[in-house]
Structures are given as structure tokens and as C-alpha cells.
């Protein structure tokens, strides 16, 4: 049967939701190897070789939200809080720039502390320094996305994490998925490019779930799209749940690369943290994109999303040498230009 799906999609370039489902549910090494190399040929065809580095910055571990599966909800009582100052984002900032980072992505949990302006000045600010800005600090506002977009924001990353409306309910209490989709649409009217994602293993997660945020995802044409393992964290009242694999991480990341041929995909720090090879698997599977962790070391260990995460002690140099040792091993080059996605090269 996999075969006559390659074909298929192939000469289609579709996949229904069974044979999504299907290739989701593949075990056997030699069918694997074949949905790798299939993703591994589109990313190459229509993405090409570069493997673009984004240089993340954790600015702030503070959190108004409550989400069962976060190291970082609000109900953490166990975890320091830090953020950052202005100064010390943009100083981080320029250390990123300096490196050769041409996109700083900026990142937080949702913290009303950063007001609009305070994010405006960071932007516009960060933008002076002639890279891509990316945004990751959730729900906000029309306005606010608006004010950032004016301000030279390029990206903004805002995972729907699961497609499953009572997933999404149970796992983000206070939350809906609604509220969430109203976002990614302001933000694509907005003219952003538009990044999302899920974790995969979620307690209560299908195939056939993940098979629908595929198609979502695809029907939101996505730019970007992470896809990581969910990682049980000790604070939650997710701690004795089961983690996702590395394996069914990487199918997803496989089924994503078919359904968004020209999406920038990041093989995620989270694939990396529950397999030592992860990120270079996902590099072989449909991703193009490393995100380097370029926090401050005094804060990196506190933005602890979920435990034991890769990269906590390296610095951004170690981290970044590595990346471009990786790459490079794969016979692949590291993109100098600013990686942006489909919808700035007016495709998507
Ligand atoms: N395991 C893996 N990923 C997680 N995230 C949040 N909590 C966890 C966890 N326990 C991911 C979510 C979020 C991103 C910043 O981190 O997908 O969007």
C-alpha cells in the first residue's frame, strides 16, 4: 500500500485523511526509510539545500496561562521567574547578530508584563540591526499584532499544539481553540508569516487527530510549522504521563514536509532532547530549519518547558559551531539570506 500512496501523491501532490492516517501508523523499518527519503526528496525539490539557524531568545519565563502539559503554567510553584530587561534583549540580541543569526526569534511565555510598546521599541530596535524578527509570545490582540507588524515584525510562531477541540480544552484550561484560530487569522491578514505547530504523544492523541492538525495546517498554508515530542514535565499534572517518541515525531515531521512542500520546518530542540540523533533525523525527514538557543546562560535553565531539554549548558558559539558541523556532515550548507517562507516569496 505505501507504494501506491507514494505514487499517488506523487503525481497529485494529495493525501486524504487515511492515507495520512496510514502513513502515521507505519512501524516497518523498510516503509519508514521510504516516507523519509520521500519527504527528504520534496523538502530538497522545493526548499533546496540551506539550512536556515534562528537564533531564539527566552526573554521571559513568566506565564498567565495554565496549560497541563508546561513547565512554565502559572501553577508552577517550583521555578524562579526571571524576565529580561530591554537592555539585556537587545544585547543578547546584537551577540546573536554578531554570529551571523539573520533571524532573532523572540520568545516568551504570556507575560502582560511586556507591554505593546515595550514589544514595538524591541522590534523595531532588533530590525535596526538588519536581520528577520520573528514573535512568539501568544494571544494578543488585533492591535498589538498590528503595532508589531508596523514596527518590522516578519514572523510570528503561535502552535495550536492539537486540533482535537476537547483535547485543546482539557489540556488548556481557560483557553479555546477558537480564540486560538481567530489569532493565526489576524496574523495572516496582518501579512505575517504565519508559523504553528503541535506536540505529538499528547495524552488522548490520536493518529487520526494528528492526521487533522496535518490538514489543518495545510489548510492554513502554513510558512512555518514545529512539530516536537510532548515531554512530560515532574510540575505538572502531566508528570506520570507518557512521552512521544522521536519515531512518530519524525513521521509527523515526514506527513508535514508532503503536505507543505515549501514550509520552513525546524527539526525542534524537543526531538532533540528525547533522542540524541533526533535533530539530525529531522533533518533527513522533511525539516530545514535549527532553532539555536541564544538566552543568556544565567536564564536558559529556567525556561523549562519541559525537562531535561537539550542545549541548556552550551553557549550560543558551542552551539552554533555544532550546528554548522551537522549540516555540513549532511552535505547541506547553512543559508546566509534571511530564510523566509513561502508567503514572502509570494507563493503560499
Ligand atoms: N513537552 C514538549 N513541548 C512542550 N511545549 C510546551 N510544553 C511542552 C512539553 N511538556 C511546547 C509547546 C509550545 C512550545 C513553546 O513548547 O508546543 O508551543
Known sequence: RIDGIIAKYLDTGRLSKEEIEFLLGLEDEADLQKLFALANKVRERFVGNEVHLRGIIEFSNYCSRACLYCGISRHNRHLSRYRMDVEEILEAAKEAVGMGFKTIVLQSGEDPFYSTSTITRLVSQIKAMDVAVTLSVGERRREDY?????????????????????????????????QRLQCLTYLKDLDYEVGSGIMVGLPGQTLSSMADDILLMRKLQLSMVGIGPFIPHPATPLASAQAGTASLTLKVLAVTRLMLPWANLPSTTALGSVDREGRREGLLAGANVLMLNVTPLKYRRLYEIYPAKAEVEDDPTA?????????TRLGRRVSSGYGEGPKAMGIA
Open 146 to 178: 498590528a503595532a508589531w507588524k508596523e514596527a518590522g515584525a516578519d514572523r510570528y510562531l503561535l502552535k495550536f499544539e492539537t486540533s482535537d477541540p476537547d483535547l485543546y480544552r482539557r489540556l488548556r484550561p481557560g483557553c479555546s481553540m477558537a
Open 319 to 327: 552551539l552554533k559551531a555544532a550546528a554548522v558541523e551537522l549540516v
